[in-house]
């Protein structure tokens, strides 16, 4: 797959990302009704749905009813086509690429409606963990069983992390855990530490500027952290792993 194709594609995909994190949580279709403005209802036209360009040109307003567009919906679009092309560059089978540009455009929508509504949609992990399947069995199936092996590895970590403190986890995360395990493998375990170490820094952060005991009642949700992890891990978890293993394990 060409770095640019993957670009685009990434940016395509990114703008069906935003529709997915709206209404997935709200339990719409994803296909139908077609893109709409929320204010005032009226169907998006085709060129105004160019991802990134269309807001740009519109000034990140309505075309019809000149209501404001969140930068929130060009920043995604622009994210997934970056991350897609990084995916590319830093892998070079066609199971590495498949497998990492598939987990970046699930961990986003994940990582939104998560700091949205404090949810992680299992119809979200479950597709992911069935395309994982998929596409590792495909494309690289003497690797499937270590990769069976880290998903029912990191989810059961979690799982144990959720039961001993469920107020600062939720099943959300084990599950997406173990998805992230399917598409990643060994390299889930260095996605997992900086998922709770840059999480156990927000929340020193949250205590620091808000007291201890306010910050403790503050409720902040896992699974951007998850994701943030994830990526960390498609891009650079291989070598950690490979660090880790030739330094300590030899």
Same mark, same amino acid.
């Given at each position: ?73 060009? !920043?995604?679009? *622009?994210? &997934?086509?970056? /991350?897609? %092309? $990084? ?7 066609? +199971?590495? @690429? ?85 598409? !990643?493998?060994? *390299?889930? &375990?260095?996605? /997992?530490? %900086? $998922? ?7 929340? +020193?952060? @949250? ?44």
């Amino acid at each position: 797959m060409q770095p640019a194709f993957a670009g685009v594609l990434g940016a395509i995909v990114g703008s069906f990302l935003n529709v997915v994190a709206y209404r997935l949580p709200r339990r719409e279709s994803l296909i139908t009704p077609a893109s709409h403005c929320p204010k005032c209802g009226v169907p998006v036209r085709p060129y105004d749905n160019i991802p990134v360009l269309s807001w740009l040109l519109l000034r990140g307003h309505c075309r019809s009813c000149k209501a404001r567009i969140s930068p929130r919906y060009p !920043l995604v679009e *622009a994210g &997934a086509a970056l /991350l897609c %092309i $990084g995916a590319v560059l830093t892998h070079e089978t066609a +199971a590495g @690429i498949a497998l990492s540009v598939a987990l970046v455009l699930l961990l986003i929508p994940a990582a939104l409606i998560d700091l949205e509504h404090r949810i992680i949609p299992n119809r979200l992990t479950a597709t992911g963990a069935v395309l994982a399947l998929v596409l590792g069995t495909a494309l690289d199936p003497s690797g499937e069983p270590a990769r069976l092996i880290a998903g029912a590895a990191a989810g059961g970590f979690l799982l144990i992390a959720a039961m001993a403190y469920p107020a600062g986890m939720g099943m959300g995360d084990v599950k997406l855990a173990g998805m992230m395990g399917l598409f !990643l493998g060994a *390299a889930v &375990a260095p996605a /997992l530490l %900086i $998922g709770l170490l840059s999480g156990i820094a927000y929340g +020193a952060l @949250i205590m620091a500027r808000t007291g201890v005991g306010a910050g403790r009642k503050t409720v902040i949700p896992f699974g951007p952290f998850l994701a943030l992890g994830g990526i960390v891990a498609v891009f650079a978890g291989q070598p950690i792993v490979h660090w880790y293993t030739s330094t300590f394990l030899h």
